[in-house]
């Protein structure tokens, strides 16, 4: 792929699949109120039911990565929809087993694995190198725009045909996402590859191979991936309990543990598309996620202060706001390491493998907090210090990048 005119059907499709992945992920904390109160499930066990996803992708993250960027991407788009099925069955015919429903929350989480890298590449992949700061900040809203259709559908699912409509919506979907895979496969509108385009017009008619990855770079890879694994901990484990810890430590019903769920999931919309934008107008990548996972670190250690009101809002608006620009600079992390050369696929297969790390550790961590104590108060000392750590490692990392960006 040399053009670079961006393709908007591989963009589209990237985009898609990722938004479809966020969202069979993130159908489960809006109903886990009810499911624990139906079933009685353990906390341990109802935050594995999201942790679960991430094992899946640590152990097959960084193998998908290097496959798809050997021979394409079509086979494992068409193998996660197939597993995604049978993943949202297995949940629905035995949800009274705890062990059954973590059994299909697994299989649900080996489809998702694949199409977190896919998604992605195919986007930027389709992207010209004018545009991709904004697909980037696109591509970054996958996890909130999954959360925002999951709430979108809460209340019908609630109120009137039961928390199993999330789940057969999740099945409908993914015929659709075959359906246009195929569709778009037959045109030959989409380059499945997944190769990264030139950086300019010169590079386009080279023939010599980029070079490999060297190592400064790897070293700028390992530390995104860390970063990224500290706040994947922390988003997740907030993001897995926030709607059960509205209702047992404010006393909101669901639907308002739920409206105030959806605070910080709008606000990390927006603020990664507007990261896209700073981006493409020049504003340093390392600066906005070192601000931002400043920003993060401060919410979780004045946790204890801000309480249930006004600052309790404001806490929600800041943490939004933070937890859109950081996603987006890490997302942008391998094509600017790389300078979209050789290797994103396996780069970003690496990348969120170190995501998939923190979302394994971060909900049964604060659960697991939550059943020593039979109470939330280590919540803000754990992801403080956990996100503190994360900050540290993006001074550094943004250090590095200035330094391989000035070779």
């Given amino acids: 792929m040399v053009s670079q005119r961006s393709n908007l059907a591989g963009i589209g499709l990237g985009l898609g699949l990722a938004f479809f992945a966020a969202y069979q992920q993130f159908k489960l904390p809006v109903v886990l109120p009810v499911l624990l109160e139906r079933h009685a499930y353990d906390r341990f066990l109802a935050g594995a039911f999201m942790s679960v996803y991430a094992l899946a992708g640590l152990i097959l993250s960084l193998w998908l990565g290097r496959v798809i960027e050997r021979s394409d991407a079509l086979k494992p788009i068409y193998a996660a929809m197939g597993v995604f099925i049978c993943g949202n069955a297995l ?36 992207a010209s190198t004018r545009r991709l700061p904004l697909v980037i900040g696109l591509t970054a809203t996958w996890i909130p725009v999954g959360q925002v259709l999951a709430i979108l559908l809460a209340p019908a699912a609630l109120g009137s045909y039961g928390w199993q409509l999330l789940w057969w919506l999740g099945m409908a979907g993914a015929i659709v996402f075959s359906v246009w895979t195929w569709q778009l496969a037959r045109s030959g509108r989409v380059d499945f590859s997944a190769r ?80 896209g934008m700073l981006l493409r107008m020049g504003v340093p990548l390392g600066l906005l996620l070192a601000l931002s996972m400043a920003a993060q670190a401060a919410v979780w250690w004045l946790l204890p202060y801000t ?29 600017a390491i790389l300078a979209r050369g050789r290797g994103i696929a396996g780069a970003f297969g690496f990348v969120m493998t170190g995501r998939n790390l923190g979302v394994l550790i971060g909900p049964v961590l604060l659960a697991q907090a939550f059943k020593l104590t039979g109470a939330w108060s280590l919540a803000a000392p754990i992801f403080g210090s956990v996100t503190s750590f994360g900050l540290i490692v993006a001074l550094f990392l943004g250090w590095r990048l200035t330094r391989l960006q000035e070779k």
């Fill in 91 to 126: 949940g629905l015919i035995w949800p009274e087993q705890g062990g059954v429903f973590l059994a299909g929350r697994a299989l649900e989480g080996i489809a998702f694995a694949a199409l977190a890298i896919v998604g992605p590449v195919l986007a930027n992949a389709n």
């Fill in 196 to 275: 990264q385009p030139a950086t300019d017009a010169s590079d386009s008619q080279s023939t010599v191979a980029p070079p490999a990855i060297s190592r400064r770079q790897r070293i700028a890879l390992l530390m995104t991936a860390t970063v990224f694994m500290s706040w994947s901990c922390q988003y997740f484990a907030y993001m897995t309990w926030l709607p059960l810890y509205l209702v047992e430590m404010h006393d909101l019903a669901v639907s308002g543990a739920v409206i105030g769920y959806l605070i910080p999931v709008v606000l990390v919309m927006v603020f990664c598309i507007v990261t």
């Fill in 307 to 335: 309480g249930g009101g006004l600052g309790g809002v404001l806490s929600l608006v800041v943490y939004g706001c933070g937890a859109g620009i950081v996603p987006t600079c890490l997302f942008a992390m391998p094509s």
